[in-house]
């Protein structure tokens, strides 16, 4: 059996799965459930490591010795060991749900699809600790094994997916202040223009290019979340799609920040006129 090992939040840190048609998830929460939740997820994380390592040491002591107690106690040990990392799981999907519904409000099919698909995926592990109890030796264990294997590359493409939504909303949020910002000075730009007593050439110049520049990267915020996305379904390695659209985003978000100083200047323009 491979050690799973806990996934870490990074950066911030029985349903249908027939979700066209649903309504929206309505939620309720707070940041204090999120604190309490993650702190739940530390300490699972612990046990599931002790957990662990008491496996390892069981089923050395059975490989050398094959002895009825040997084996009587590595099955014991595997079971722990199993049913605290579906603990471990539990309490990280539960987590990520109530930080997914913080950050992005789920006002969205995609966001309301994940919620959901990580409702199902909670369900089902928790479902899954009747497979461990029943299991009679080692051989089912290592099947049940094998089927946790995939419900955790499951889980890891739906988690990845989850804190790149929540990058992405985060940074969406700098956008839309600036967008406001932007708009506003378009009109004070009109109302000027409009008393025909200033010549606002040079500063509407700036502006129609500083706002191109805007809505060109708008553009790529949608794009990139979209490629995301297919790279973190299309790739083993989930966690290497979602650092790379996270330092990606976060160049964008520099971006925007020079943005904001590049209309600072323009509106200076305007009071200089």
């Known amino acids: 059996m491979k050690k799973i090992w806990p996934i870490i939040f990074v950066s911030i840190f029985g349903l249908s799965l027939n979700f066209l048609g649903r309504k929206h998830v309505v939620l309720g929460v707070s ?58 799981l ?30 199902n995926e909670l369900t089902s592990l928790l479902n899954s600790k009747e497979l461990v109890n029943s299991a009679q030796d080692l051989k089912g264990l290592n099947d049940v094994e094998s089927n946790s294997g995939r419900k955790y ?53 700036r502006f129609e290019q500083t706002d191109k520049q805007f809505r060109d990267l708008e553009i790529k915020i949608e794009e990139d979340k979209k490629k995301f996305f297919g790279l973190v379904d299309s790739q083993n390695d989930p966690e290497k799609a979602y650092l790379d659209y996270k330092n990606m985003i976060s160049t964008q978000k520099s971006e925007i920040i020079n943005l904001f100083s590049v209309f600072e200047e323009i509106i200076f323009l305007i009071k200089k006129t």
Do not use: C, H, P
């Open 31 to 88: 940041s204090q459930e999120f604190q309490q939740a993650y702190q739940e997820y530390i300490s699972a994380s612990s046990i599931y490591q002790s957990d662990y390592e008491k496996f390892i040491l069981s089923r050395s002591k059975y490989l050398t010795f094959m002895s009825i107690s040997s084996e009587s106690e590595a099955i014991d040990s595997t079971k722990k060991m199993i049913i605290s990392r579906i603990d471990f």
């Open 90 to 119: 539990v309490k990280y999907v539960t987590a990520l749900r109530i930080k997914l519904a913080l950050e992005t409000k789920i006002i969205d099919y995609q966001e309301n699809l994940l919620y959901l698909q990580l409702d």
């Open 153 to 205: 590359q499951t889980i890891s493409k739906l988690a990845y997916k989850s804190l790149g939504l929540i990058n992405y909303r985060q940074n969406l949020k700098v956008v839309t202040d600036l967008r406001k910002q932007v708009d506003i000075l378009n009109n004070k730009l009109e109302q000027y223009a409009n008393l025909g007593t200033y010549d606002l050439t040079n500063s509407k110049n």
